[in-house]
């Protein structure tokens, strides 16, 4: 069993940045992929940034060039770095871990950019 949790979400305005950690109870070198998704009122939830353990990144085209996705074994905690938030970034963050064959869920964070 995986526990995943999130932290680091708030209010910012436009333009703001914020810092999303996500803390596993396993070493993450265990973990063969971790990712951020979001889920907006009334929308699906979608992906927003993965990263396997070899430290491939993968981006939402939405969020290329602003966010970046880390991984640090040595806390074993995941990271998105997200700058130039806007509106619709505005959504519940949620942190992911696959482990196959099974995967694993935090419990989500608020990201609200709003003036």
Do not use: H
């Amino acid at each position: 069993q995986v526990q995943l949790v999130e932290s680091g979400g708030g209010l910012v305005q436009p333009g703001g940045s914020l810092r999303l950690s996500c803390a596993a109870s396993v070493s993450i070198s265990m973990l063969n992929t971790m990712g951020w998704y979001r889920q907006a009122p009334g929308r699906q939830r979608e992906m927003v940034a993965t990263i396997t353990s070899g430290g491939i990144t993968k981006y939402a085209d939405s969020v290329k060039g602003r966010f970046t996705i880390s991984r640090d074994n040595a806390q074993n905690t995941s990271f998105l770095q997200m700058i130039s938030l806007q509106p619709e970034d505005t959504a519940v963050y949620y942190c992911k871990a696959l482990r196959l064959p099974y995967e694993y869920w935090g419990q989500g964070t608020q990201v609200t950019a709003s003036s």
